[in-house]
């Protein structure tokens, strides 16, 4: 009965690699984001995506890529991977109705 | 342009102590405010929110924090501090409903028994 989960968990890569990071979500809510957290813990928005289509687009270097299928998935595809893009990657998700955003459990992605 | 400082980046309290995580943010307008709980290695759960109404506000576990719009603060408090509680704590601001979330740099809670 998971709610938001990301696949895979932990992703180890070697530098100019490209790799895609998979976000889904079973509770019917209609907006996405992808998070960014750093080797200091700093959170900071990157996407935003509302019944498909991108709302948010933070200065995001366009290595990134985010593409929404459906409602209820969300991926995030990097090409030509850097060290400084080891970070943990987080999804979430919101229903039209409320506030709060629901946080997957993260993606730990290691660029060596 | 928003932004959230939280003071401290560390806070140590004892088994049964108060807990007290500081929140201060800046925003154009009436702010919608949010504190979240990291586990290690885990994704963010979300604690207790403030959107409109009563300016303090419960959350999970105990914990509860007051919107104080004159001081630009919404610090969070629990009355005794329990060993689960020790964690990294987020405030975060967002200036409309379901906008993107901007976070403060995090607290981390220790507990000692």
């Known amino acids: 009965d998971t709610a938001v989960s990301q696949t895979p968990k932990y992703l180890v890569t070697q530098m100019g690699n490209d790799k895609s990071i998979k976000c889904e979500q079973n509770l019917g809510h209609d907006t996405m984001y992808w998070y960014k957290q750093d080797s200091k813990k700093f959170l900071k928005i990157m996407f935003s995506y509302n019944n498909k289509e991108l709302i948010i687009n933070e200065t995001v270097p366009n290595r990134f890529s985010p593409k929404s299928p459906d409602k209820a998935h969300l991926n995030l595809h990097i090409n030509s991977l850097e060290l400084g893009d080891s970070a943990v990657y987080f999804c979430a998700s919101r229903p039209d109705s409320q506030e709060t955003q629901y946080f997957g459990p993260g993606t730990r992605l290691l660029v060596l | 342009a928003q932004s959230v400082t939280q003071l401290g980046s560390h806070v140590s309290v004892s088994e049964g102590a108060l807990v007290l995580l500081r929140c201060n943010y800046s925003?154009?307008?009436?702010?919608?405010l949010f504190w979240y709980v990291q586990y290690p290695n885990q994704g963010l759960q979300l604690l207790l929110k403030?959107?409109?109404?009563?300016?303090l506000v419960k959350g999970i576990n105990g914990f509860e924090a007051e919107f104080k719009k004159s001081e630009t603060s919404f610090h969070l408090t629990k009355p005794s501090a329990h060993m689960s509680d020790a964690a990294e704590y987020f405030c975060a601001v967002s200036e409309i409903p379901g906008g993107k979330l901007i976070f403060g740099q995090g607290t981390e809670l220790s507990v000692k028994p």
């Open positions: 403030y959107t409109t109404g009563a300016t």
């Open positions: 925003s154009s307008v009436p702010p919608y």
